[in-house]
């Protein structure tokens, strides 16, 4: 499969016609129906049910459109980008993230560094910690910020700092009461517990899981949620605690309360990663500046 032929079966099924799709592709109908059939063939599966003249996506069908269509939206974007770079005689410099970092001080080290060169433009990915490394590896990111510690020779990690965790309750929980003096690990799993991120696995999940258990507590989990701010919903709608980043709570809600986490060791590192040879002048400017802003957050985290 290549892209051409991605664009030949996107466009028969967005016309549901292959003569319009033919027309629409500048291009005679018999060798368009060749490589839907070819497609259909290397793929092993049926794409499109024929019925007469009429044609209908079949399952496998609607689900190779919808990725297909965003897989070639991110080429054309890929593409616009390197002719940007390539006319401009600017370098690319890619930054991957956890979402969970967004709120310390990954904003304003982006900031500085769009700022930092002018021959340089700052790009952002949102990834897990697993897709960072892959990243890195084929060259997509300069540098990642996530959460999880990797093993991998091809690439230098490095802890910036051990953020404190805190729990996120509901407004009319009784542990809101607790918000100047904290609670501890076993008050909390004592709670109906949400957890966050539900895939992939590994993750922040299995980090706060680990706590727990090193802590001697198993946690009830009574729903699990794939986004930070989806499992915080759901502590608002009284379902059950977690726990966050202390930088999280920047994001200010009236009906929940942030209580302070009062167990030693519960903390959660934010992890630089890179490549292992990589030693481009740009990107230890980089590292230099997140040791720096790092170290200014745990700072304020302390007072």
Request: no cysteine; net charge neutral; aromatic share 6%.
């Amino acid at each position: 499969m290549d892209v051409r032929q991605l664009r030949y079966f996107q466009a028969v099924a967005q016309e549901m016609n292959v003569t319009r799709a033919a027309e629409k592709l500048h291009m005679a109908q018999p060798p368009l129906s060749r490589q839907i059939r070819a497609l259909e063939d290397e793929l092993g599966v049926l794409l499109f049910e024929r019925t007469g003249r009429s044609l209908r996506l079949t399952e496998a069908g609607r689900f190779l459109l919808e990725h297909s269509l965003q897989l070639t939206a991110r080429l054309q974007e890929i593409t616009e980008a390197t002719r940007r770079l390539g006319q401009q005689g600017r370098r690319w410099f890619g930054v991957g993230f956890v979402p969970s970092t967004l709120y310390g001080f990954v904003p304003e080290l982006i900031r500085r560094l769009r700022g930092a060169d002018r021959h340089v433009e700052v790009g952002l990915s949102e990834l897990t910690t697993l897709q960072q490394m892959e990243a890195l590896k084929a060259g997509r990111i300069d540098i990642g910020f996530g959460r999880i510690l990797f093993d991998d020779p091809d690439i230098e990690r490095k802890v910036l700092m051990a953020e404190p965790l805190v729990a996120v309750v509901a407004r009319a929980h009784p542990l809101a009461r607790r918000a100047r003096r904290g609670v501890d690990a076993a008050e909390l799993a004592a709670q109906p517990f949400i957890l966050y991120p539900a895939r992939p696995r590994p993750s922040y999940a299995d980090h706060v899981l680990g706590l727990f258990r090193a802590a001697g507590h198993g946690l009830d989990v009574v729903q699990e949620a794939n986004e930070l701010q989806t499992a915080i919903g759901l502590v608002a709608a009284g379902l059950g605690v977690t726990v966050v980043p202390a930088s999280v709570q920047r994001l200010q809600r009236e009906d929940i309360v942030y209580v302070p986490l009062d167990s030693p060791g519960f903390t959660s590192p934010v992890i630089v990663s890179r490549r292992r040879d990589d030693r481009s002048p740009f990107l230890l400017q980089a590292g230099a500046l997140a040791d720096e802003l790092a170290a200014e957050e745990l700072r304020a985290h302390a007072r």
